[in-house]
T-cell receptor
Framework: DTGVSQNPRHKITKRGQNVTFRCDPISEHNRLYWYRQTLGQGPEFLTYFQNEAQLEKSRLLSDRFSAERPKGSFSTLEIQRTEQGDSAMYLC?????????????FGEGSWLTVV | AQSVSQHNHHVILSEAASLELGCNYS??????LFWYVQYPGQHLQLLLKYFSGDPLVKGIKGFEAEFIKSKFSFNLRKPSVQWSDTAEYFC???FGAGSYQLTFGKGTKLSVIP
């Protein structure tokens, strides 16, 4: 499968613990995104990388959240001191910056439940 | 503020009925428009997209959408739905030329009754 890959797919953690999610984008895609989706809502933008540079962060991304893409390939999203409000699906997506528009492809997501 | 609205939260249709899901956005500049579908237990999949040119775009599985700039709308249509179309449908917009960020509507859940 050459789509966007995310792991773990499901994570249950106690409040206050740290969690980390990994995303492997489609090969050669230079843009990588993180979104968050809660029940009954559409995905909300969190952050965006072009290659290894993090170019934008949403105000939704509090200082407990950090994302990296160290070599411009895979990315990690870490949530420190998790809160119950962090429970959501965390979606990774990727695209290729080129002509003809920017089509974004999503992974299957990582479900986070904070208890 | 830029926003995307999907007016129908839940649509229930019988098989072979025609489908139209509404999507409106608020922004006066250049937009790129998308419809994504999320089947139960699966990830978001791209149905179709509009960047420029013919405002009537055709996507996968017999879906089409029409961009009406004057109405700031991008409605999704299918002439005859099937039970397998049961899913949640999301309209998404990127605002501004060269924008990389998608703003999603809240989604419309479609239930097709056999």
């Amino acid at each position: 499968d050459t789509g966007v890959s995310q792991n773990p797919r499901h994570k249950i953690t106690k409040r206050g613990q740290n969690v980390t999610f990994r995303c492997d984008p489609i090969s050669e895609h230079n843009r990588l995104y993180w979104y968050r989706q809660t029940l009954g809502q559409g995905p909300e933008f969190l952050t965006y990388f072009q290659n290894e540079a993090q170019l934008e962060k949403s105000r939704l991304l509090s200082d407990r959240f950090s994302a990296e893409r160290p070599k411009g390939s895979f990315s990690t999203l870490e949530i420190q001191r998790t809160e119950q409000g962090d429970s959501a699906m965390y979606l990774c997506a990727s695209s290729w910056r080129g002509t003809g528009g920017n089509t974004i492809y999503f992974g299957e997501g990582s479900w986070l439940t904070v208890v | 503020a830029q926003s995307v609205s999907q007016h129908n939260h839940h649509v229930i249709l019988s098989e072979a009925a025609s489908l139209e899901l509404g999507c409106n956005y608020s922004y006066g500049g250049t937009v790129n428009l998308f419809w994504y579908v999320q089947y139960p237990g699966q990830h978001l999949q791209l149905l179709l997209k509009y960047f420029s040119g013919d405002p009537l775009v055709k996507g996968i599985k017999g879906f089409e959408a029409e961009f009406i700039k004057s109405k700031f709308s991008f409605n999704l249509r299918k002439p005859s739905v099937q039970w397998s179309d049961t899913a949640e449908y999301f309209c998404a917009v990127s605002f501004g030329a060269g924008s990389y960020q998608l703003t999603f509507g809240k989604g419309t859940k479609l239930s097709v009754i056999p």
